[in-house]
């Protein structure tokens, strides 16, 4: 497990108010976590919003 400093980007509605944000993960970190296929096609994932202990959590989704 490696830990990395991420920066959270807003984005904002057509009325210029934050609807959302959104933040990066490179290319090599999807493929090294298995996001990616050997085709390169992204499989689905999901996330784990867990509020008690302030994390979010992006996984490969569970069938």
Known sequence: MEIKPIKL???KNG???ISSYTV???ATEARE???I???GNIL???KVI????????IKLKED
């Open 9 to 11: 980007s807003p984005k």
């Open 15 to 17: 009325y210029g108010n």
């Open 24 to 26: 990066n993960i490179g």
């Open 33 to 35: 976590c298995g996001f």
């Open 37 to 39: 296929d050997s085709d």
């Open 44 to 46: 689905p994932t999901e």
């Open 50 to 57: 867990d509020t008690a202990n302030n994390q979010i959590i």
